[in-house]
């Protein structure tokens, strides 16, 4: 019945900022993975029932102080008209009401459901500003690489691609910044169920960021050399959709070779260096 509650009470505070956060996750193709974090983070507490079991129940206080100030950032997030810092404030009371009234072991055994919770959170705007830009001049000079390697005449400015028929934009949508983010959410879910150790998982997951990069940086060659080729509405229309999932599924095969490979690495040096 205080679980209920508790839902309940959280539910009513946060009701404003889940509303919109559940608009956010419908309106954008790139956050709509936020509709399975909390499904993938209460499947990962499910797995943790029987540890959770073994624990002894020893509320802390220290909990309670956490959950004050992710209350307070609550406030301070509806002051300053600061989405993000409300619904990061929603994880930091998630975890005070487990450290309050489980204690801490049991808190230190849910941080990583919990903490993951975070990958559902769409980045602030000042952020993907901040990152977007660099990314879309990263693609456009790859773009132009690429090009010149096949002997197509181009000149770029910025992130504008100049083409002896047309000229391409590398603009917000295609810096790659979006996808970067569901990448990585991916990432820490392979991660997790397809490697044992803390290392590997790391790796897999920091991996995700140049593999998402480069992925798109090739999504923008490739746009330019069917503009080339074609005309600008070859790269237009379903070519520009279709070739966002293209490339998505590619760093997702990337991310599954690596992972094979570390894999493959790890079983030899458990053998001493021999065949795996």
Known sequence: MGVVVLVAVVAGLYHDVLAHLWRDWAADPNNSHGFLVPLIALYLVWERRDRLRRLPVRPSVLGALLLGLAVLALVAGNVGAELFVQRMSLIGVIAGLIWFNLGFAQARLLAFP???LMLAVPLPAIVLNAVSFPLQLFAARCAEQVLLLLQIPVFREGNIVHLAHTTLEVADACSGIRSLVSLIALAVVFAYFAQRH????????????PIAVLTNAGRVAGTGILAQA????????????????????AAVAILVAESGLIHVVAVRRRRGGGPA
Request: charged share 5%.
């Open 230 to 249: 074609f005309g600008v509405q070859a790269a237009q229309g379903f070519y520009h959709t279709f070739s966002g999932w293209l490339v998505f599924v």
């Open 114 to 116: 919990v903490l993951f």
């Open 198 to 209: 803390w290392a590997a998982r790391a790796l897999l997951v920091v991996s995700a960021v």
